[in-house]
């Protein structure tokens, strides 16, 4: 799906960590790492608790303007994107970035996780090595745990290859079994994700009890011109802020009867995460202000229950406030 015109090499993993950590085995101590800023806390954990030991470093940028700045440095050997970014849906301009990552001689991975193959296509934006979290919008189901890699490069390939026999990081049968299933349906669930999320959106922004909302398919999002370029559609994640900072926050979600509390995202149905608290809190607190994030930040993961309940749920909780 990510490769229909081109030969391109896949990898399944038992989780998408596992595939995340194989490509931080391809680097040696004294290498260097340039990630965006705004990213997923358990690769922030991975870079800077785990792979750190090993002596990699990683800087954190915001990678604005679609630019590296003056980040690169002589050891640097990989630009790590996501796009949309997880919690604050920044979206990054992978095609400028990869040209200008190539110049230096960077290899660049694009966690396309939030979009999946449906939405984008990062190898025809110049990535290199293109992640998902298959536990998430291509499982679709809440029911299974998995990662996979793609990679149109042969070289890259067979390392890849080497270090996923040589650790183990392998998947269950019948975990591939519940991925396929969920491919099949990839494209009907995304559709409604999507149209479901925009409208919410769009209702969301002019509730008085929200404070900020972002959403790519918002014309008041930063980086809505990038998204519409890059992306064919804007995906099923909304984030924002209510009024009440972090309590408001817990007030609106324990409010909610729709919406399930849980760590994850992608499913059929909606869930609801509270980054300061769960997905993001190893992250240290100053690195989480500096991205944008606040203890009053919720991210919900729109499912594919009818919208109209999904609004209704959202107003019965936002009235609570």
């Known amino acids: ?37 705004d990213l997923y806390g358990g690769t922030v954990r991975l870079f800077d608790q ?33 796009s949309p970014t997880n919690p604050l849906l920044n979206v990054h301009d992978i095609k400028s970035l990869a040209a200008e990552a190539k110049k230096h001689g960077l290899m660049v991975v694009v966690d396309s996780t939030f979009a999946t193959p449906i939405l984008q296509r990062p190898f025809d934006l110049g990535a290199d090595i293109i992640v998902h979290s298959t536990t998430k919008y291509i499982g ?26 040589a650790v183990g990081a392998v998947p269950a049968p019948m975990d591939c079994f519940l991925i396929l299933r969920g491919l099949r349906t990839l494209a009907l669930r995304m559709n409604r994700h999507c149209e479901s999320a ?33 992306m064919n559609a804007f995906g099923g994640m909304i984030s924002l802020e209510v009024k009440g900072g972090e309590q408001g926050a817990r007030k609106f979600a324990s409010e909610l009867k729709l919406f399930a509390t849980a ?46 309940d999904l609004w209704q749920d959202l107003v019965n909780a936002l009235a609570t406030l």
Request: aromatic share 6%; glycine share 10%.
């Open 1 to 37: 799906m990510e490769s229909p015109h081109q030969e391109a090499f896949g990898f399944c993993f038992g989780s998408g960590m596992a595939a995340i950590t194989t490509i931080s085995q391809m680097l040696k101590q004294g290498d260097h790492v340039i990630a965006c800023d």
């Open 50 to 82: 785990i792979a750190s030991r090993f002596g990699i470093e990683t800087s954190y940028s915001p990678l604005k303007n679609g630019s590296l700045g003056d980040i690169v440095r002589d050891n640097s050997k990989i630009l790590w994107l996501e």
């Open 140 to 165: 679709g189901h809440s029911d299974v745990i998995g990662g996979c890699l793609i990679t149109q490069s042969k070289d890259i390939a067979e390392k890849i290859s080497f270090l996923q026999n």
């Open 198 to 230: 925009q409208a919410l959106a769009e209702r969301l922004q002019e509730h008085e009890n929200v404070t900020q909302l972002f959403y790519p398919g918002l014309k008041s999002h930063p980086n809505h011109e990038i998204a519409k370029q890059q």
């Open 263 to 308: 760590e994850s995202l992608g499913g059929i149905e909606s869930l609801i995460n509270h980054p300061w608290t769960m997905t993001h809190a190893a992250i240290p607190e100053k690195q989480r202000y500096d991205a944008g994030m606040t203890p009053g930040l919720i991210r919900l993961s729109v499912g594919i229950e009818d919208m109209e």
